[in-house]
């Protein structure tokens, strides 16, 4: 008897594809802004820039995890997605009740404005959908 290898179930289908392309944009601009940031003027805003840092390796893992697809991808990707609102919403709003805390904004301040809110709607949308690539799929 032979072992049957199945696929890993796809996520880039669909509105899943755009999710792909929006996180990669995301890595691109938080991974090259907070590089910068960084090997330039780190003293300036250490948690600021380090912050903008983590969140384009959450980006970048999110990215990867839609790709590779599969229910384990999935799931990883769906608790990326809760943390990354969870540091949204915190960041937004430490950032709006203490300005002086953050002498330069990082990629979540004001809950994404400097990037027209899709840090505080890509997690909702991505989330929305791998819980619709689950139901669908009838697990």
């Known amino acids: ?39 330039t003027d780190f003293g300036r805003a250490p948690l600021a820039y380090s912050l903008s840092a983590a969140a384009g ?4 893992f999110i990215t990867y995890s839609l790709v590779r697809g599969g229910e384990t991808a999935r799931r990883a990707a ?7 609102l969870v540091g949204v919403l915190v960041v937004g709003t430490w950032t709006l009740a203490d ?3 953050f002498p330069d ?26 819980r619709r690539a689950r139901t669908r799929r009838g697990d």
């Open 78 to 84: 769906q608790v990326c997605c809760a943390a990354e």
């Open 99 to 101: 300005p002086g805390a």
């Open 1 to 39: 008897m032979t072992a049957v290898e199945e696929k890993p179930a796809r996520l880039i289908s669909g509105p899943g594809m755009l999710l792909v392309w929006l996180y990669g944009v995301m890595v691109v601009g938080a991974v090259s802004r907070s590089a910068v940031q960084i090997s």
């Open 57 to 60: 390796v959450v980006y970048g």
């Open 105 to 130: 904004a990082t990629v979540w301040s004001d809950y994404g404005m400097g990037y027209l809110f899709i840090p505080v709607l890509l997690p909702v949308s991505a989330m929305y959908w791998l």
